[in-house]
Structures are given as structure tokens and as C-alpha cells.
Antibody, heavy 117, light 111 residues
Framework: QVQLVQSGAEVKKPGSSVKVSCKASGYTFSSYSISWVRQAPGQGLEWMGGIIPRFGTTNYAQKFQGRVTITADESTTTTYMELSSLRSEDTAIYYC??????????WGQGTLVTVSS | QSALTQPASVSGSPGQSITISCTGT?????????VSWYQQHPGKAPKLMIY???NRPSGVSHRFSGSKSGNTASLTISGLQPEDEADYYCASYTTTTTPWVFGGGTKLTVL
């Protein structure tokens, strides 16, 4: 079955960077875009950016431009999201999701990133 | 502030029907049939319930249905069951600064 499995929880200091991975299985990895969506505690969902693995083409939300980098490794069917210059407001659960044409399905299980001094 | 507007909460009794609205603009909900709905139980990842406004993925109960009128999309859940209690989010493609926007989420309580 189609599945996205993310890396484990992280605790980071303000100003540092975090890199979260998302391993895909059960489908042709290069054929679908992967997006990253975050959810701050008690808040809604926020699209951060995405990548088309076949071409390496990325698209980022304006809010995260310059701080987020999304990459993909076709050999391991893994997508990565790196967020730099972390601040307390970046504490959130980060999800990867496959973009199937015009909807997100499935989603990874989520990775909690805590930013604290 | 979320780009799409949803009610913060709705409630209903078992067996009843409820509708959750999702209001956007001509640049998103009103301009394209690319609205999707997601169910999220506490501590879980979102799950696709409706795509392209009205389509239900395989495995999703027929009690869930979607519609759209103008700039407002709606998710209707009929025959409410206790397991429907969750947060629900709408999403849409948009031609604004970012290609995807979500609603703020609606907490459904089954009384």
C-alpha cells in the first residue's frame, strides 16, 4: 500500500536547523509531487512547499522562502525538508503528503519538532 | 489568519446530519474544482475524505459528501456516528502567492 514514513521527533535550539525525512513506498516515487505541511500546537494546517522528484523542481510558500529547502533522493525514495534559523514559533508537527493531482493523499505520520533553549 | 474560512466548531447528535462550510474567493474555491477535505483525529495525521469538491476516495463512508456553490464549499456528514468526532480541514488550489491553502479547521463534536 502507498505509505509515507517520517523520521522521529527532534529537539532543537533557536537559530539552528532541522532536517526531517519522509520515505515513500508502494508507488512510483518519481511520478508524484511531495508537499510539506506543518501544524503548530492547537493550530491548523499550513502548506510550506513541495517538490517534484522526477525533475527536482521545488515551490515554496512565500512565508518560508529563504529558510526552507526541500530535496528528494530517487535512489532511496526519500524526501527531505530542512528548516533553518529556527525560532520558538517553528515548534510544530511537520507532515509530508503526496500530492495526487489536486489533493493530498496519503500523509506521513508527522514529525514533532520542538524549538527550545 | 487562514486563507479559507471555516466555522470553529459544529456539533450534532448521533444519527443527525451536519454541514461544515469553507469560504474562499474567486482565486481558490470559487475558481477551481480543486477543493479537498481532511479528517484529523487527535494525535493522528490528516486523512483524505473528499477530493475535487465531490469525489469520495475508496474506503470512505458514503455518509460523507461534498458540494460547492460560488466561493463556498461544504462537507456534509449524514447519520453522525461517535467516530466522526474529529477536526475537519478544507484545502484548495489557489492562484495567490502560494499554490495551496487550508481552512482554519472545524472541530466536530458528536453529542
Amino acid at each position: 500500500q502507498v505509505q509515507l514514513v517520517q523520521s522521529g521527533a527532534e529537539v532543537k535550539k533557536p537559530g539552528s536547523s532541522v532536517k526531517v525525512s519522509c520515505k515513500a513506498s508502494g508507488y512510483t516515487f518519481s511520478s508524484y509531487s511531495i508537499s510539506w505541511v506543518r501544524q503548530a500546537p492547537g493550530q491548523g494546517l499550513e502548506w510550506m512547499g513541495g517538490i517534484i522528484p522526477r525533475f527536482g523542481t521545488t515551490n515554496y510558500a512565500q512565508k518560508f522562502q529563504g529558510r526552507v529547502t526541500i530535496t528528494a533522493d530517487e535512489s532511496t525514495t526519500t524526501t527531505y525538508m530542512e528548516l533553518s534559523s529556527l525560532r520558538s514559533e517553528d515548534t510544530a508537527i511537520y507532515y509530508c503528503a503526496r500530492l495526487k493531482t489536486w489533493w493530498f493523499d496519503p500523509w506521513g505520520q508527522g514529525t514533532l519538532v520542538t524549538v527550545s533553549s | 489568519q487562514s486563507a479559507l474560512t471555516q466555522p470553529a466548531s459544529v456539533s450534532g447528535s448521533p444519527g443527525q446530519s451536519i454541514t461544515i462550510s469553507c469560504t474562499g474567493t474567486n482565486s481558490d474555491v470559487g475558481g477551481y474544482n480543486y477543493v479537498s477535505w481532511y479528517q484529523q483525529h487527535p494525535g493522528k495525521a490528516p486523512k483524505l475524505m473528499i477530493y475535487e469538491v465531490t469525489n469520495r476516495p475508496s474506503g470512505v463512508s458514503h455518509r460523507f459528501s461534498g458540494s460547492k456553490s460560488g466561493n463556498t464549499a461544504s462537507l456534509t456528514i449524514s447519520g453522525l456516528q461517535p467516530e466522526d468526532e474529529a477536526d475537519y480541514y478544507c484545502a484548495s488550489y489557489t492562484t495567490t502567492t502560494t499554490p495551496w491553502v487550508f481552512g482554519g479547521g472545524t472541530k466536530l463534536t458528536v453529542l
